[in-house]
Each structure stands twice: as structure tokens, then as C-alpha cells.
């Protein structure tokens, strides 16, 4: 039985996404601080706390929506990664990596949301 979101595998790997997005941004262009690397981050963010917060919630409906909204702010991150490698603003490795992550904790999430659902 789990105790709290901390033990839930989702929950820590999308903190480590978290952490590889903030090292990716750090090499996004300054000028970009209040545009690119702000948005990226807080997508970033907004997934393990949603997490959190649904897993707090009494009803399952709810730990489900807040499931969705994390799972929505993975979309969110992907296109706003899709753009910094457009834009050319980090290796090709560094975005292979997040990237990685990112789909992993995409996946967990969808999984998590159908086991909600039945």
C-alpha cells in the first residue's frame, strides 16, 4: 500500500524531469528567462505537483482529473522542448535525454489515468 504521492514512481521520475528541464533551460539564451525557460519550467513543475495534489484528493474522480491536468502539462512541455530544439538552443543529446524522460512519465501518467478510470 502506498502511503504517500512520494512513493509513487510517476511522482519521482517526473521530479527528475524536473531537474533535467531546469538544467536544459539553464542553457537557453538570458534573453529567453521571462519567455522560453519560464514557460518550460513551470509546464515542468505543474506535472509532479498535479500529481500530488490529486493523489491528496478523497475521490478518486478527482485524483483522476489532476492525472489528466499533469498529463496535459506533459503536452505542454513537449511542445515547448520541440521548440527550444527547433530553435537550436542545446545539444541534440541533452534534448534526447529529457525527452526520454518526459515520454516515460507521458506513459506512467496515461496508465494511471485508465487504472483510475475502471
Same mark, same amino acid.
Given at each position: 500500500?502506498?502511503?504517500?504521492?512520494?512513493?509513487l514512481i510517476?511522482?519521482? !521520475? &517526473?521530479?527528475?524531469?524536473?531537474?533535467?528541464?531546469?538544467k536544459?533551460? @539553464?542553457?537557453?539564451p !538570458?534573453?529567453?528567462?521571462?519567455?522560453?525557460?519560464?514557460?518550460?519550467? $513551470?509546464?515542468?513543475?505543474?506535472?509532479?505537483?498535479?500529481?500530488?495534489?490529486?493523489?491528496?484528493?478523497?475521490? $478518486?474522480?478527482?485524483y483522476?482529473?489532476?492525472?489528466?491536468?499533469?498529463? &496535459?502539462?506533459?503536452? #505542454?512541455?513537449?511542445?515547448?522542448?520541440?521548440?527550444?530544439? !527547433?530553435?537550436?538552443y542545446a &545539444?541534440e543529446?541533452?534534448?534526447?535525454?529529457?525527452d526520454?524522460?518526459l515520454? #516515460?512519465?507521458? !506513459?506512467?501518467?496515461?496508465?494511471? @489515468?485508465?487504472?483510475?478510470?475502471?
Amino acid at each position: 500500500m502506498i502511503n504517500s504521492y512520494k512513493e509513487l514512481i510517476v511522482w519521482q !521520475k &517526473s521530479i527528475e524531469l524536473v531537474v533535467e528541464v531546469y538544467k536544459l533551460t @539553464d542553457l537557453y539564451p !538570458k534573453g529567453e528567462l521571462y519567455g522560453l525557460t519560464s514557460q518550460t519550467c $513551470r509546464a515542468a513543475v505543474s506535472i509532479p505537483s498535479n500529481i500530488a495534489e490529486g493523489y491528496t484528493r478523497k475521490h $478518486r474522480k478527482e485524483y483522476a482529473q489532476f492525472i489528466r491536468i499533469a498529463f &496535459s502539462s506533459g503536452a #505542454e512541455l513537449e511542445t515547448q522542448i520541440i521548440i527550444a530544439k !527547433k530553435l537550436g538552443y542545446a &545539444s541534440e543529446s541533452i534534448f534526447n535525454r529529457v525527452d526520454a524522460i518526459l515520454l #516515460e512519465v507521458m !506513459k506512467m501518467l496515461n496508465r494511471l @489515468d485508465s487504472k483510475l478510470q475502471n
